[in-house]
């Protein structure tokens, strides 16, 4: 009965209003990780917003300074139970992106809570604030029925993943004995859809590609000198043509996986996407069309011109434009190498008769996600559907960007990401919002969860599809160990 009665609580939780006041106090912090004013916002918030909910959970709490000049303070919480128990690392961010304030529907404020029917409005209500509130809630309610969690626990919150996570890969080096553990517990990004009960188990990548065109310092007249001499922004459209075409397709291998490899064509064969987040049809013609959409955004890359600069398109001149730029986004999967990329692209261009563009990268984020078939997977989806009474969808990753490959390949743990959110949010918009039902699930879900890892091997819950051998773990060591 300790499950009934904690994901009860969890529920309850919401349906009398305690989330909503919580919550209300998240997001009145407008901790903007790209404004410079929103450092104090942010250190505000590990210390006085997050700082005592994890005390009452029983944590050890400690802020520490990021490596990197550009990025904020760090936040490790730690709770031991039991060294022969399994460790749950939990991770969040506190930043946000831009609140946008002047923007939002009806007047409303970003960083003031707005209950309107099923959405709840307000700046990091979905990306992060209100989804990492949730575990925390379902770790509280856990407590409160067991009196203990039967599992240690570790909280990782950074300060800076809308800006890149500046330092945290240095950070996560440094501490990896502090934050060492045998499974990742996290919540960020969106479900499949509002209705659908989610895992997924890693992130694509992301590479920032820019191209410059840089002909001449000046522009010259189209009829006096059109046919004698290049056009940059003609020539940077003929470069980007020859690394993804008019209709969405990749033409250059350099920014392709591989393959797509089978375990992730068969879970990705359930998956069937037919609308955008407005509600419009997505373009089946669009990419590649050998591929599903759930493949084409799950399983392979796609590259998108999200920036273009040529001339004055509000006041053009009949003149040639001496410069030209653009910039792309490469969104990748595991298997794609990143490495170099730089250098493949260069000679790309050389070979397609483009040495006049530059090209660099000056962001990039590498790929990374789980087996399909960790035994860690197949325990985490069979809480899931107990809690749901039904099945749950596991992604092998997400279409966006998370630091998934801190926890893979620096701790070298498996990642579980049970996102509370969906693609309907608006977050990085205005008028973002959290969703009331499914936050209500959210909980059910993350309190289900944690009880059956606490409790599992104590004859409270059914054992793991999988059991191996649980013992420690030596730092850097990929873990196999799943509760017994």
Request: glycine share 10%; proline share 8%; aromatic share 6%.
């Amino acid at each position: 009965m300790d499950r009934t009665t904690a994901t009860a609580a969890a529920r309850d939780y919401l349906d009398s209003g305690a989330f909503f006041a919580e919550l209300s106090e998240l997001v009145a912090y407008p901790t903007e990780s790209r404004r410079p004013e929103g450092s104090v916002a942010l250190k505000a918030y590990l210390r006085d917003a997050l700082g005592p909910i994890l005390e009452e959970l029983g944590c050890t709490v400690t802020l520490a300074a990021n490596p990197a000049d550009a990025g904020g303070p760090f936040l490790i919480a730690t709770r031991v139970e039991d060294e022969e128990r399994p460790t749950v690392v939990c991770y969040g961010h506190a930043d946000v992106v831009d609140g946008q304030a002047g923007q939002w529907g009806d007047g409303r404020d970003p960083w003031t809570l707005t209950a309107v029917g099923d959405r709840w409005y307000g700046r990091g209500t979905a990306d992060n604030k209100g989804q990492h509130l949730i575990n925390l809630a379902a770790l509280r309610a856990v407590l409160a029925v067991r009196g203990r969690l039967g599992f240690n626990l570790t909280m990782l919150f950074e300060t800076g993943e809308e800006i890149g996570s500046p330092g945290l890969d240095a950070f996560v080096r440094a501490h990896r004995d502090e934050l060492r553990a045998d499974v990742l517990i996290a919540s960020d990004g969106p479900r499949l859809t509002a209705s659908t009960p989610t895992l997924f188990l890693g992130a694509r990548g992301g590479a920032t590609i820019e191209l410059d065109a840089d002909l001449r310092p000046a522009d010259h007249h189209s009829g006096n000198w059109g046919g004698l001499l290049r056009n940059a922004a003609t020539t940077l459209t003929g470069a980007i043509g020859t690394l993804v075409d008019g209709h969405g397709g990749i033409t250059c291998p350099a920014l392709l996986p591989e393959r797509l490899p089978d375990p992730v064509r068969t879970a990705l064969s359930r998956v069937h996407l037919t609308t955008s987040p407005d509600g419009g049809a997505i373009d089946t013609d669009w990419a590649d069309p050998a591929l599903t959409p759930a493949e084409r955004l799950y399983g392979w890359n796609t590259v998108e011109v999200i920036a273009l600069d040529a001339g004055d398109v509000d006041a053009p001149v009949n003149a040639i434009p001496g410069r030209a730029r653009a910039v792309l986004q490469l969104r990748f999967v595991v298997g794609t190498d990143l490495d170099g990329m730089a250098r493949s692209l260069r000679a790309h261009l050389d070979a397609q008769g483009y040495p006049m563009v530059g090209v660099r990268i000056p962001q990039a984020f590498p790929a990374s996600r789980t087996d399909l078939d960790h035994p860690w997977v197949h325990w985490a989806a069979a809480s899931l559907e107990r809690s749901v009474g039904g099945p749950v969808t596991v992604l092998p990753n997400i279409g966006g960007s998370l630091p998934n490959h801190v926890f893979t390949d620096l701790l070298q743990v498996p990642t579980i990401w049970m996102p509370h959110s969906y693609p309907g949010c608006r977050q990085h918009a205005p008028d973002e919002h959290l969703l009331v039902t499914v936050a209500r699930q959210g909980l059910e879900m993350a309190a289900g969860l944690f009880h059956d890892l606490g409790a599992a091997g104590e004859g409270e819950a059914p054992p793991p599809p999988v059991s191996t051998a649980t013992t420690p773990r030596s730092v850097g060591s990929p873990s196999t160990r799943v509760p017994r």
